[in-house]
């Protein structure tokens, strides 16, 4: 004889189903407030990347301002800069003219005095200044070596004087010849040529008096002097003086 209890068929019903499928309100209030929780965070962390990309991107255009703004200001400072330098530049051209300007209103005199020379083939010395007068520091004329150095840039008066003696006619028929060149720079050139001839008479004298002046532009340190070739000269005068 089989024997068994049957259950009723919405307690088996409720035996087959599985344990998950049993949900409280605790359960479910909980899994409520994580998900709650899941979403909040989720949102968060959505809220602060976009802060974060915003911030991000503000500094970016801030620095590209930044970038533009220091550019401007330095091709201003350089186009200052350049700007400065031309007038510099202007005011020492200024200055420059001012100076030779100052220079050209500065007069520069020189005269020297030899009593007798005839020292062949060198330059004409002197025996004493009869004339200094220079603003300048450098350059003058030095009665050692004969020769003047030009302290500035200008046109210069150059004049030369002298007395050819025939020494008391030693000998009849006796012809002294004088030979002499203005020399620039220890070179002859063909305006600065003198040339006299003296004839003598025995017992007696016979005496010829010449020179030349002529205009000279002379480089600030040009030399100008006279060179004797030949002759015997006496009562020398040699001087130089600026016209402009």
């Known amino acids: 004889i089989e024997c068994y209890t049957k259950m009723p068929t919405k307690e088996k019903d ?6 998950s499928q049993f949900v409280t309100k ?5 899994e409520l ?3 709650k929780n899941n979403f909040q965070f989720v949102r968060s962390q959505t809220f602060n990347k976009r802060l974060c990309i915003l911030g991000l991107g ?7 301002i930044a970038q533009v703004v220091l550019g401007v200001f330095l091709y201003k400072t ?45 330059t004409v010395t002197y025996d004493e200044l009869t004339v200094q007068s220079s603003p300048f520091s450098s350059g003058g004329l030095d009665i050692a070596t004969g ?14 004087f002298f007395s050819a003696d025939n020494n ?8 002294i010849e004088t030979d002499l060149y203005i020399q620039k720079n220890d070179e002859n050139f063909s305006e600065g040529g003198m040339f006299t001839t003296v004839f003598s008479s025995k017992s007696a004298h016979d005496d010829d008096s ?4 002529l205009l000279l532009y002379l480089e600030m340190g040009n030399q100008v002097s006279v060179f004797m070739k030949d002759g015997d000269i006496q009562f020398v005068s040699f001087c130089v003086y600026s016209i402009g």
């Open 78 to 122: 350089q186009e200052n800069v350049e700007s400065m330098k031309m007038s510099n530049g202007n005011i020492k051209e200024k200055l420059t003219e001012m100076k030779n300007m100052m220079n050209k209103t500065k007069s520069v005199s020189f005269c020297a005095y030899q009593s007798s020379y005839n020292t062949k083939s060198s």
């Open 14 to 19: 409720l035996l087959l189903r599985p344990e």
């Open 168 to 175: 008391n006619g030693d000998t009849a028929e006796t012809a």
């Open 33 to 35: 407030d994580l998900l």
């Open 147 to 160: 020769k003047f150095t030009s302290p500035t840039s200008r046109v210069f008066a150059v004049s030369f």
């Open 26 to 30: 605790e359960s479910f209030r909980e």
């Open 210 to 213: 010449s020179g030349k002046s």
């Open 58 to 64: 503000s500094f970016i255009v801030l620095c590209l």
